[in-house]
């Protein structure tokens, strides 16, 4: 199983970035996006289900990044606007065969399989 994570970058204050994440080698029943900061620990930004149906993003991020899948070209993306300098972080694409629940999305241990990350830096 591979997660291959591409996108980040360095960018100003508002402007939009997107990664993408192919997961490949086996079905998976939900896909995420998890970010760690320097200093700070690993936290949840965004998941859904791979069949569809079920969303759930951070409330730091909801409304300004969209989490999306290609089931047709096996790609996970997360569209990021209105990027801030808190949102600075490397950004990791997770995956797990099994379709959670709204409520265990969160959950980094829920997740199996795990991207080598991304690094998004956004400048004030």
């Known amino acids: 199983v591979q997660l291959q994570a591409s996108g980040g970058g360095l960018v100003q204050a508002g402007a939009s970035l997107r990664l993408s994440c192919t997961p490949s080698?086996?079905?998976?029943?939900?896909v995420g996006w998890f970010r760690q900061a320097p200093g700070r620990e690993r936290e949840f930004v965004a998941a859904t289900r791979w069949a569809g149906g079920t969303t759930r993003y951070a409330d730091s991020v909801k409304g300004r990044f969209t989490i999306s899948r290609d089931r047709a070209q096996n790609m996970v993306y997360l569209q990021m606007n209105s990027l801030q300098p808190e949102d600075t972080a490397v950004y990791y694409c997770a995956a797990d065969s099994r379709a959670w629940i709204f409520s265990a999305m969160t959950e980094e241990n829920r997740y199996a399989y795990w991207g080598q990350g991304t690094q998004v830096t956004v400048s004030s």
């Open positions: 080698g086996r079905s998976f029943g939900t």
